[in-house]
Protein backbone atom coordinates (compact mmCIF):
# COMPACT_ATOMS: atom_id res chain seq x y z
CA UNK A 1 0.00 0.00 0.00
CA UNK A 2 1.25 3.30 -0.74
CA UNK A 3 1.57 6.27 1.86
CA UNK A 4 -0.11 9.53 0.60
CA UNK A 5 1.85 12.34 2.67
CA UNK A 6 -0.06 15.89 3.48
CA UNK A 7 2.38 17.44 1.02
CA UNK A 8 0.75 15.01 -1.83
CA UNK A 9 -2.33 17.32 -1.89
CA UNK A 10 -0.56 20.46 -1.79
CA UNK A 11 1.79 19.35 -4.69
CA UNK A 12 -1.45 17.65 -6.12
CA UNK A 13 -3.18 20.51 -6.44
CA UNK A 14 -0.54 23.07 -7.89
CA UNK A 15 -0.18 20.31 -10.92
CA UNK A 16 -3.96 19.78 -11.45
CA UNK A 17 -4.08 23.87 -11.78
CA UNK A 18 -1.06 23.78 -14.36
CA UNK A 19 -2.34 20.47 -16.02
CA UNK A 20 -5.75 21.58 -16.46
CA UNK A 21 -4.62 24.95 -18.16
CA UNK A 22 -2.77 22.75 -21.08
CA UNK A 23 0.94 22.29 -19.13
CA UNK A 24 2.45 18.89 -18.53
CA UNK A 25 5.26 19.68 -15.82
CA UNK A 26 7.73 16.83 -14.60
CA UNK A 27 9.26 16.58 -11.44
CA UNK A 28 13.12 17.52 -11.26
CA UNK A 29 14.09 17.10 -7.22
CA UNK A 30 10.92 15.63 -5.05
CA UNK A 31 11.12 16.67 -1.31
CA UNK A 32 8.56 17.03 1.50
CA UNK A 33 8.50 20.64 1.88
CA UNK A 34 9.32 21.99 -1.51
CA UNK A 35 9.56 20.24 -4.89
CA UNK A 36 10.81 21.89 -8.26
CA UNK A 37 9.10 21.00 -11.23
CA UNK A 38 10.22 21.96 -14.79
CA UNK A 39 7.87 22.67 -17.40
CA UNK A 40 7.74 23.96 -21.20
CA UNK A 41 5.58 26.85 -23.04
CA UNK A 42 5.40 28.40 -25.93
CA UNK A 43 6.90 31.22 -24.03
CA UNK A 44 9.73 29.24 -23.22
CA UNK A 45 11.40 26.53 -20.58
CA UNK A 46 10.80 26.87 -16.68
CA UNK A 47 11.37 25.45 -13.32
CA UNK A 48 8.67 25.90 -10.52
CA UNK A 49 10.28 26.26 -7.06
CA UNK A 50 6.84 25.05 -5.52
CA UNK A 51 6.31 25.44 -1.54
CA UNK A 52 3.30 24.77 0.65
CA UNK A 53 1.82 25.85 3.93
CA UNK A 54 -1.42 24.06 4.95
CA UNK A 55 -3.34 26.72 7.03
CA UNK A 56 -2.93 31.08 7.43
CA UNK A 57 -1.61 32.37 10.36
CA UNK A 58 -4.15 32.68 13.56
CA UNK A 59 -4.99 36.48 13.49
CA UNK A 60 -8.23 38.16 15.26
CA UNK A 61 -8.52 39.87 11.88
CA UNK A 62 -10.50 37.63 9.99
CA UNK A 63 -10.60 40.32 6.80
CA UNK A 64 -6.44 39.50 6.18
CA UNK A 65 -5.26 36.27 6.02
CA UNK A 66 -1.36 35.61 6.38
CA UNK A 67 0.67 32.72 5.21
CA UNK A 68 4.86 32.47 5.96
CA UNK A 69 7.05 30.56 3.75
CA UNK A 70 10.32 29.81 5.56
CA UNK A 71 13.23 28.86 3.50
CA UNK A 72 16.04 27.36 4.59
CA UNK A 73 20.38 28.05 4.46
CA UNK A 74 20.24 25.51 2.42
CA UNK A 75 17.33 26.97 0.03
CA UNK A 76 19.06 30.15 0.04
CA UNK A 77 21.83 28.99 -1.55
CA UNK A 78 19.75 27.38 -3.97
CA UNK A 79 18.61 30.42 -5.06
CA UNK A 80 21.84 32.51 -5.08
CA UNK A 81 23.84 29.82 -6.95
CA UNK A 82 20.63 28.99 -9.44
CA UNK A 83 22.02 28.90 -12.81
CA UNK A 84 19.09 29.37 -15.74
CA UNK A 85 20.55 27.15 -17.87
CA UNK A 86 17.98 28.38 -20.79
CA UNK A 87 14.89 28.23 -18.13
CA UNK A 88 13.28 30.78 -15.95
CA UNK A 89 12.60 29.96 -12.30
CA UNK A 90 9.43 31.03 -10.82
CA UNK A 91 7.42 30.35 -7.23
CA UNK A 92 4.28 28.92 -6.83
CA UNK A 93 3.44 29.18 -2.96
CA UNK A 94 0.61 27.40 -1.97
CA UNK A 95 -1.84 28.77 0.51
CA UNK A 96 -3.16 26.05 1.93
CA UNK A 97 -6.82 26.24 4.22
CA UNK A 98 -8.33 23.92 6.35
CA UNK A 99 -11.44 23.74 3.61
CA UNK A 100 -8.71 22.31 1.00
CA UNK A 101 -11.00 23.58 -2.02
CA UNK A 102 -10.62 27.45 -0.43
CA UNK A 103 -6.77 27.42 -0.95
CA UNK A 104 -4.58 29.80 -3.55
CA UNK A 105 -1.40 29.51 -5.21
CA UNK A 106 0.90 32.30 -5.67
CA UNK A 107 2.36 32.73 -8.64
CA UNK A 108 5.97 34.88 -8.39
CA UNK A 109 8.59 35.20 -10.53
CA UNK A 110 12.42 34.69 -9.47
CA UNK A 111 12.87 38.51 -9.12
CA UNK A 112 9.82 38.84 -7.48
CA UNK A 113 10.91 36.28 -4.84
CA UNK A 114 14.35 37.39 -4.63
CA UNK A 115 13.17 40.74 -4.01
CA UNK A 116 11.03 39.57 -0.79
CA UNK A 117 13.87 37.28 0.32
CA UNK A 118 16.76 39.97 -0.10
CA UNK A 119 19.65 36.99 -0.70
CA UNK A 120 22.17 38.84 -0.02
CA UNK A 121 22.08 39.43 2.80
CA UNK A 122 23.15 37.29 5.81
CA UNK A 123 20.77 36.95 8.09
CA UNK A 124 19.19 34.48 10.70
CA UNK A 125 16.10 33.16 8.59
CA UNK A 126 14.11 34.20 4.88
CA UNK A 127 10.55 34.46 4.36
CA UNK A 128 8.14 35.46 2.01
CA UNK A 129 4.86 36.27 3.26
CA UNK A 130 1.64 35.80 1.24
CA UNK A 131 -1.46 38.23 1.85
CA UNK A 132 -4.79 37.88 1.42
CA UNK A 133 -7.32 40.82 2.35
CA UNK A 134 -10.95 41.16 1.54
CA UNK A 135 -12.41 42.92 -1.08
CA UNK A 136 -9.08 43.18 -2.60
CA UNK A 137 -8.21 41.64 -6.15
CA UNK A 138 -5.36 39.33 -5.72
CA UNK A 139 -2.84 38.77 -3.64
CA UNK A 140 0.11 40.44 -2.21
CA UNK A 141 3.65 39.42 -1.04
CA UNK A 142 6.67 40.75 1.10
CA UNK A 143 8.99 38.96 3.17
CA UNK A 144 12.28 39.56 5.31
CA UNK A 145 13.78 41.68 2.47
CA UNK A 146 10.95 43.82 1.48
CA UNK A 147 8.68 45.32 4.17
CA UNK A 148 4.83 45.38 3.92
CA UNK A 149 4.34 49.13 5.01
CA UNK A 150 7.17 51.66 4.04
CA UNK A 151 6.62 55.54 4.68
CA UNK A 152 3.09 54.83 5.73
CA UNK A 153 2.08 53.23 1.80
CA UNK A 154 1.38 49.54 0.90
CA UNK A 155 4.58 48.08 -0.27
CA UNK A 156 3.87 44.54 -1.18
CA UNK A 157 4.22 43.26 -4.47
CA UNK A 158 0.54 42.41 -6.28
CA UNK A 159 0.46 39.11 -6.96
CA UNK A 160 -2.72 38.02 -9.60
CA UNK A 161 -4.63 34.88 -8.90
CA UNK A 162 -3.70 33.71 -12.13
CA UNK A 163 -2.06 30.12 -12.14
CA UNK A 164 -0.26 30.90 -15.42
CA UNK A 165 1.10 34.91 -14.57
CA UNK A 166 4.13 33.48 -14.81
CA UNK A 167 4.24 31.37 -17.74
Known sequence: MSIVRKADFYFGSMLSGLINNGLAPAIIEPGES??????????????????????PLKR??????????AFSHDEIEFLKNFRKNGRKLCF???????????????????EEAKDC???????ESYRITIKSEKGIHGLKAYGTGRSDILDGKDNTIRIRRDILACF
Open 117 to 123: LDLHYKR
Open 34 to 55: RRIYSVSTDKGDYQIYSKYVSA
Open 92 to 110: ALICGQEKLQDSEIAILSF
Open 60 to 69: QNKDTQLWQF
